[in-house]
């Protein structure tokens, strides 16, 4: 059997970079099974290839991918190139992400229209991409589009505006193109709390908020690369989105957890 190919959006750092890994070296969360894979990057080129030697150094395949996802025509232009060096594509990980705060106060117009171009349209040019690899000889194989979300999705608050907004219809994508291609791609998504430091947060605030959940434990990255694993091999997993964030959704918190802690409002213990 062919050792099966995939395309990581986002793939040079943080939580890209360790799916990546976990795909493509021994000893991955799903077992024996590795991938051949496509790293995409933007501007992280030093990371992109300290990755690419890291993984080659443990006999693992992978390829670099340069390019701007807020322009459409380098965004086909990525998939393209990646999908020509692997011959297919079995799994896409649409993991880039436009990430920065704003409030509908500021009359985020164009804030909006910038994180709409990365987190929904590179994901549908991507999604079109793998449906169009439906010929004759292939329509038997299994392909996966894994659309990377939010957990907040499932209990709304109103920061991050425009960011919140372009996820809202990624999972509107996620769930319309399940029905649209009948498989070929499957298409899922997973939406995971706060799992790496990120913004102007330090590392106190970082440990408190991640913190903010039932189980009162962080959210790993291992977790999301398991649950990346776990889709692909659940051949029946179509338009399913999987929450990773220890049951923090169903706390209905009326503030991001970040800004919760900031304010005092959590001290990160429940």
Not at 20 to 48: K, N, W
Not at 161 to 187: C, D, I, W
Request: proline fraction near 4%; aromatic fraction near 4%; include cysteine.
């Amino acid at each position: 059997r062919a050792m099966p190919s995939a395309l990581i959006t986002g793939g040079a750092k943080r939580l890209g970079a360790e799916i990546a890994r976990d795909l493509t070296l021994s000893g991955g969360s799903g077992g024996a099974e590795r991938f051949r894979v496509a790293v995409h990057y933007r501007g992280s080129r030093a990371e992109a290839e300290a990755l690419a030697a890291e993984i080659a150094s443990d006999g693992g395949e992978i390829a670099l991918f340069q390019g701007d996802l807020s322009d459409p025509a380098q965004a086909r232009a990525v998939v393209e190139a990646a999908s020509e060096w692997a011959g297919r594509l079995d799994l896409c990980v649409n993991n880039a992400s436009q990430f920065v705060n704003d409030s509908l106060l500021e009359q985020p117009n164009e804030a909006s229209l910038e994180h709409m171009a990365v987190n929904l349209v590179a994901p549908e040019i991507m999604v079109q991409h793998m449906a169009g690899q439906r010929t004759a000889q292939q329509t038997g194989r299994d392909s996966l589009v894994i659309n990377m979300l939010d957990n907040k999705l499932f209990a709304l608050n109103p920061d991050f505006h425009s960011y919140t907004l372009s996820k809202m219809a990624l999972k509107s994508m996620t769930e319309m193109a399940a029905m649209q291609f009948n498989g070929r791609p499957r298409v899922c998504g997973i939406a995971p709390s706060i799992t790496l430091i990120s913004g102007k947060q330090n590392q106190e605030n970082f440990e408190k908020s991640s913190r903010i959940n039932p189980l009162e434990r962080r959210v790993l990255p291992q977790d999301i690369c398991a649950a990346v694993r776990y889709l692909w091999h659940a051949k029946s997993s179509n338009g399913q989105i999987i929450t990773i964030d220890g049951g923090q959704s169903l706390m209905r918190l009326p503030r991001d957890v970040a800004f919760l802690v900031k304010d005092g409002a959590v001290d990160g213990t429940l």
